[in-house]
């Protein structure tokens, strides 16, 4: 059995390490942490360190909530939510991005990870007055995933339908690793 | 057995939709100008054809299914299926016949035109 078959690939390896900005204490002073001696000092620290991670996958709310942009409180860019499906043959992403147009997505690949981001802007129609609601989020918004390595990146496809861009990426056969035998002398 | 039902009475137990799918208000903007009430309502990945707005006695209520169909297993889910549904008073002066709407993008943009004898008039002096 290929158990790396089973292993769940992190996709999200690199926007992981890209939102690891300093946490915004605001109306609060923040002290300098000093570094903590002890361990009792030490398992607060981890407490802290496992609350805070709790939280920053909280920001993300519940499936399916359909709030867009839910990450969009803790930095500037907005992150819409998507969805990761994979079959024997390929990979399908879908991301939702309402009321953006097509040309104002790009996807990018470089160093295994791809980039998807654009702008989403507010609709300037008629003589708008006044507003009632404003509920909607608008601006630039910003994900990164991490390719597994058996995505083909040179027939990644993309089409775009009802505010939603879905990109198919097919699965390539990975070579064999070579198995090299030493000899015992 | 004689079971007389009225045809017109609601039946209150049965759901009006199957609640198999979560349903979620959609995020709306909603304008005024002289002329009308505009309101865009963020619905990605809903079909045109699976969208409803009703209008009745005052009542403004916009719905729709997004059906995603995707293969295999999901490893990752941030979005599903689900039913977005909201419901808005209307003011009298929306010129019901006249309300018009149409799906770009994911989003659904509602014209709700005032009525004549709503808009603005300048009088002049004689």
């Known amino acids: 059995m290929n158990f790396k078959k089973l292993a769940p690939w992190n996709w999200f390896k690199e926007e992981e390490s890209t939102t690891t900005l300093p946490i915004k204490h605001t109306g609060q002073v923040v002290l300098p942490r000093k570094p903590p001696y002890g361990p009792i000092a030490q398992l607060q620290q981890e407490m802290d360190q496992l609350f805070d991670n709790f939280f920053k996958g909280f920001a993300q709310g519940p499936v399916g909530t359909g709030s867009f942009f839910p990450g969009s409180l803790s930095d500037n860019l907005l992150k819409p939510t998507l969805d990761i499906g994979a079959t024997e043959k390929e990979y399908t992403i879908s991301i939702e991005v309402p009321g953006v147009e097509e040309k104002d997505v790009t996807l990018e690949i470089a160093d295994n990870t791809l980039t998807i981001k654009g702008e989403k802007e507010q609709e300037r129609e008629e003589k708008e007055k006044h507003y009632y609601r404003m509920e909607r989020s608008y601006g630039s918004f910003q994900r990164l995933l991490s390719l597994p390595e058996d995505a083909d990146q040179d027939a990644i496809k993309a089409t775009f339908k009802n505010g939603v861009v879905t990109i198919t990426m097919p699965r390539k056969a990975l070579p064999q690793s070579e198995v090299k035998q030493i000899k015992i002398k | ?126």
């Open chain 2, 1 to 126: 057995m004689s079971e007389k039902t009225d045809i017109i009475k609601r039946e209150t137990t049965v759901p009006e939709y199957s609640s198999q799918i979560p349903a979620i208000r959609p995020v709306v903007d909603i304008y005024e100008n002289e002329d009308e009430l505009l309101l865009f309502a963020d619905m990605p990945g809903v079909a045109k054809e699976n969208i409803s707005v009703t209008v009745d006695n005052g009542k403004l209520v916009i719905s729709g299914v997004r059906n995603l169909h995707r293969p295999g297993t999901v490893t990752q889910e941030e979005f599903s299926d689900v039913k977005f549904h909201r419901t808005f008073s209307v003011p009298q002066t929306i010129d019901v016949a006249k309300v018009n709407a149409e799906m770009k993008n994911g989003v659904l943009r509602l014209h709700l035109p005032k009525s004549e004898a709503a808009k603005p008039r300048q009088i002049k002096i004689a």
